[in-house]
């Protein structure tokens, strides 16, 4: 079973699951049609070949990565064209290069992915291109894999997550839907209404806040950093297991908005020198290579410890979370494909991959 938050402490750590995600390795089974462990041709000793063969999903996934795919249409339609020719050539290779750069996988991913996907190939043997697309694949799952990480949740009491992230990135929504995940699970979570810039952004907060039946620290018109403070401290004496502060959307160019950020941090630490034990950055799934700049401002202003990625149902851009594995790989607790509670889950490198390229 997968879970949304893993638990500490936990009785018994809970096993790393087997990354056995494609039958990559010599010993498994050959493709049908040829033959295990070698066979003469000739004179030739011919090897089975290693072309990597998905693994089905989790059947509990299934519904969750059928949507992601869904989500992510836009951006795999112009990469799955590639494979649809009779062999695999220098064209192959260029239009491969082009879809995955319109896919905002950035330069450098790009290079890198086309780099191991040819090594592969040629290793390989493959002669279809839809052997070439189930590398593509493999690699984008290696690529992928370091950002694979669960938000850890217990291992202090309350355990604080600062929620920071350019206007309109998803923050409070993904808040409101992380609130409900926690709740669900038995977590008492009280939420700090730190955007004290929006009259409207309290309310949004405190619908969520109604909505899951969770406390709320808020005050009109006041000071960001005190609120968050107050909710720090109210989340102590009252035992909560879980403190989410919400904060106003800001630009990495603004630069007071930034030192007001660095502020609330400051008197996290102040109300609890351990915390904060998570420093979330939100970031809309359609921003393409501009969120790479935003990863590297708000971890330079915060120190971030993980990202959530919005908005991928629809956008263009799904490429952009190789181009962050590739050139910052700060670890993707959680992605949005739409506005529903449903449509916040976990992220897992191999499910990403197959949405978008299979
Ligand atoms: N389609 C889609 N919409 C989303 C997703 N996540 C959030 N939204 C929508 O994006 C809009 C902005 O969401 P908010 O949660 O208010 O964003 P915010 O970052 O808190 O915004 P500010 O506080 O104004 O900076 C809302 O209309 C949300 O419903 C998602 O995964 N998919
Ligand atoms: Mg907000």
Redesign the pocket.
Known sequence: MFSFFRKKPAATPAPTPAPAAFSTSPSSAPPPGYPSGGGLIGSALVQPMEIPVPAPIAPERQRWVDKLSAGLRKTSTGIAQVFTGGQIDDQLYEELESALLMADTGVRATQHLLDEVKRRVQASGATRPVQVKNILIDSLTQLLKPLEKPLVIGEFKPTIIMVA????????????KLTKHLADEGASVLLAAA?TF?AA?RE?LAVWADRNTVEIVSQAGGDPAAVTFDAVSAGKARGKDVVLV?T???LPTQLHLMEELRKIKRVVQKADPTAPHEVLL?I??NTGQNALAQVRSFDEALGLTGLII?????TAKGGVLAAIAQEKPVPVYFI????TLE??ETFNAREFALALLQ
């Open positions: 992230g350019v206007n309109g990135a998803g923050k409070t929504t993904s808040i409101g955007d929006r952004a949004q919400d106003a959307g800001r939100v809309d799934g919005t908005k991928l149902d629809g949005g494909v739409g506005e449509d916040l």
